[in-house]
């Protein structure tokens, strides 16, 4: 369920003498950005050397060796000299065919590392046929244009942004017109990567009116998704549990009539609704319909529905006498609801009013497994996180304040792992609000709601006395990743 992926991207736009490209750095930028958000680590050089893009690809392979897919992308020049690919840097000398081969790296060297590693699957995107008048002065016949074919080993796709001996004039916008359609696709959810290459190819060819056309080289042996949704992911509950606006409610029965009690958003459905499940209804009722009533439970408690909020504080007895994997689907069912919106999709902003209550349950080794499932499925979100929920680490925090003129301590940082998380909200200039009283146990809620630690694995320091002084937090920040 857990994918580990790693990225290298290069994006080269400083070239000298005349060589000098827009969009490459840019390209570089904006692909970094989208391949975080799918979960990707990166190591990103812009204008970089060939000596420093070595030293990257050497940093690049120990990733390798403990990631299941490794992606190499590089934007900028690229050349081929005598069917051999080159990729320029900022200190490639164009002066002439040696002096620029001596001066580049070499691609070969990237697809062999990769080859080398023990990562099963891994994807070299190359925007590196971009026009280069120096080149272009060297006489070379049409053959000589853009990069050669290469050879692909198993286990990798190689994408092109145009066909063999072509070249690509460099974009006009932001992207190049390869990236850009490239950008446009990344994120469509449950596409093979050879499908999505194929509509970036379509894309492209709308976009130059046909003067370009992107290629594949493939030898991959399973599917690879950019954007795989948590229902691919997910085998022990039915799709339409995960993207639970698509559950259906019939035929009736005890569990679907509380579950649509429950979706009323009215407490005077709600709680009776709740309330009048049997333990033998339950352990009657399929997983994936448990799985559905723990989501609209946790949704109906979150909206302040009484009966719901009481279900989950006393869960550990109350699920007493249902069968383990009954009570494993309705407990997976609450806490998948925090992270995940009815469509399966990570939420945006998670939902953590009753967060710390159903994390109270992780203290139980009984609900072990909830919480196992809940940490392998966020593995793949995992940038959005200081600590993968469900992970038992204990986190100490530092906060730091400042004591104004008035005796007050007006915090200044709060830190984790020694960096000041604290980050600006788009509200106006930071100081433009004024500080908000907060006394110091308020202040762990908020770090644990914000950080989405539970409070129980939450140690806070301070650098003023905790009970006796008068804590102000400057407006304008937020401690969410």
Not at 60 to 69: E, Q, T
Not at 107 to 135: E, G, H, Y
Not at 170 to 194: C, K, Q
Not at 306 to 328: L, P
Request: aromatic content about 10%; some cysteine.
């Amino acid at each position: 369920m857990n994918r580990r992926l790693t990225a290298l991207i290069v994006g080269i736009s400083n070239y000298p003498n005349g060589a000098k490209l827009n969009n490459p750095s840019n390209d570089a930028a904006d692909i970094t950005s989208a391949l975080k958000t799918l979960g990707f680590s990166i190591i990103e050089k812009i204008d970089c050397t060939s000596e420093e893009l070595e030293r990257a690809v050497d940093s690049f392979k120990d990733n390798l060796n403990s990631n299941d897919v490794g992606l190499f992308y590089f934007a900028g020049h690229g050349m081929q000299i005598k069917g051999v690919n080159y990729l320029n840097c900022i200190d490639t000398s164009f002066v002439d065919e040696i002096s620029a081969k001596h001066s580049s790296f070499v691609l070969n060297q990237i697809i062999d590392v990769m080859d080398s590693c023990s990562n099963k699957t891994n994807l070299i995107v190359l925007d590196a046929c971009r026009n280069n008048p120096f080149v272009r002065a060297w006489n070379r016949g049409p053959e000589q244009h853009g990069l050669a074919s290469v050879y692909t080993p198993r286990g990798t796709l190689i994408a092109f942004a145009t066909s063999p001996g072509e070249v690509a004039a460099d974009g006009t916008g932001r992207n190049g017109s390869y990236t850009e359609a490239l950008l446009r696709h990344i994120n469509t959810h449950d596409i093979p990567v050879e499908d999505l290459f194929k509509r970036v190819r379509n894309t492209l060819g709308m976009s130059t009116s046909g003067k370009q056309t992107s290629w594949e080289h493939t030898s991959l042996s399973g599917d690879f998704y950019f954007n795989m949704s948590v229902g691919r992911s997910i085998s022990t509950y039915t799709p339409e549990a995960i993207s639970d606006s698509q559950y259906v409610l019939k035929p009736i029965g005890p569990v679907k009539e509380a579950i649509r009690a429950l979706k009323s958003n009215n407490w005077y459905s709600q709680n009776p609704g709740l309330t009048s499940l049997t333990d033998a209804d339950i352990n009657a009722c399929d997983e994936s319909g448990l799985f559905v009533l723990g989501r609209n439970i946790y949704q109906a408690a979150c909206g302040g529905a009484n009966a719901a909020v009481a279900y989950i504080r006393d869960y550990h007895n109350g699920s007493a006498d249902y069968d383990v994997n009954k009570a494993k689907a309705i407990l997976d069912g609450l806490i998948f609801e925090i992270f995940f919106n009815s469509k399966g999709e990570i939420r945006k902003d998670f939902k953590i009013s009753m967060f710390n209550d159903v994390f109270e349950l992780n203290k139980s080794l009984s609900f072990s497994e909830s919480f196992d499932f809940i940490s392998e499925v966020l593995l793949n979100y995992q940038n959005r996180f200081y600590v993968i929920p469900g992970k038992k680490r204990p986190v100490n925090i530092d906060v730091s304040a400042v004591q104004n003129s008035a005796g007050e301590y007006v915090i200044d940082k709060v830190l984790f792992e020694g960096f000041d998380i604290r980050r600006p909200i788009d509200v106006g200039p930071v100081g433009s609000l004024p500080a908000y009283p907060i006394k110091f146990d308020r202040l762990i809620s908020v770090i644990s709601n914000e950080m989405v630690i539970p409070i129980s694995q939450l140690s806070v320091s301070s650098n003023f006395d905790q009970a006796a002084a008068k804590i102000l937090f400057p407006s304008g920040y937020t401690l969410r990743k």
